[in-house]
């Protein structure tokens, strides 16, 4: 071999091992990890809740961790895609969207709920069509002409699944069927505006149902449904592909062990969960067809 050729050969090797501990150097170890969640009934309740789930965090990773409180599903995407927030919790939906729009982003865990007044026991939720039980509204036959509530755009259970699998139902778009839609906001406040008959129905997921009946603010028997979703994946928790290796381990580690400690069965207990489980990205892979299928119908 020409030394030339020797010395090329050097300088690319050279250069692929900096390439290599450049980018090893590039991760990202902050001082301060930012946690947020797509707006539920917990997030609009005393931050306290999640105090046992920041401590586990401190002590796996020896850093501070804030929260950060959004404003919708979008703003949980948009902060994890600028880079502001390194840990979040999405909708099976708002994940695909912003993993389509960063691959490099990571799910790793998701709540096993208990069995409650319409969520059933793990990893897995539906969308239920509810409404209120005395409403004389009580099959889908009786929908035509009504007003149905939405969640948000970038929800599963409330935007995502009415418009992909319950159109297959009654035959036709929303917007065609209801005399009109309306997006709420959220999943508690789809449930209370059909008790105060804001909407006439509403698709609400089980847990968060669960959730507004838990909290006292209507009960089981108030709600018929009409319709209910096959089983989707829980809400997933996801980290920043930013993030070092060692510390998404430690992040994972402190979720998945949450349930060892007395303080975080405490704070399971009060989201209606017995633990977290692992999950890859393939579990929400259904999510991602259902998205196909609503977006070729544009």
């Known amino acids: 071999m020409k030394l030339t050729n020797v010395i090329k050969t050097a300088i690319s090797t050279m250069a692929i091992a900096a390439a290599g501990i450049a980018s090893a150097e590039e991760c990202k170890n902050p001082d301060v990890l930012r946690f947020s969640m797509i707006p539920t009934e917990e997030t609009t309740q005393e931050l306290s809740l999640y105090q046992p789930m920041v401590n586990q965090l401190k002590e796996a990773t020896g850093k501070n961790v804030e929260f950060f409180l959004p404003t919708s599903y979008a703003s949980v995407v948009e902060a994890m895609l600028g880079g502001f927030v390194d840990i979040g919790m999405h909708g099976p939906y708002s994940y695909v969207i912003a993993q389509e729009k960063d691959p490099t982003l990571q799910v790793f865990a998701t709540y096993a709920k208990h069995k409650g007044h319409f969520q059933e026991e793990g990893p897995g939720y539906k969308a239920v ?92 028997e108030d709600y018929q449904v009409i319709w209910s979703s096959p089983v989707i994946p ?49 579990d929400y892979d259904i999510i991602r067809d259902l998205k196909a299928a609503k977006d070729a119908k544009k």
């Open 129 to 220: 069509l509810v409404s209120r039980a005395d409403s004389g509204i009580s099959k889908v036959e009786d929908l035509k002409g009504t007003v149905v509530g939405l969640t948000d755009p970038a929800s599963t259970s409330g935007n995502l699944l009415p418009r992909v699998s319950f159109t297959k139902v009654i035959g036709e778009d929303l917007e065609d069927h209801f005399s009109r839609v309306v997006y709420t906001g959220g999943h508690d406040l789809s449930a209370i505006a059909v008790i105060e008959g804001q909407v006439d129905v509403a698709f609400v997921a089980t847990h968060r149902l669960d959730n507004v009946i838990d909290r006292g603010l209507a009960t089981m």
């Open 234 to 282: 829980q809400d997933p928790f996801v980290v920043s592909g930013k993030l070092c290796d060692e510390l998404v381990e430690q992040i994972s580690s402190a979720f998945l062990t949450l349930s060892d400690s007395e303080e975080g069965k405490e704070y399971l207990k009060n989201v209606n969960a017995s633990k977290f489980v692992a999950m890859t990205d393939a």
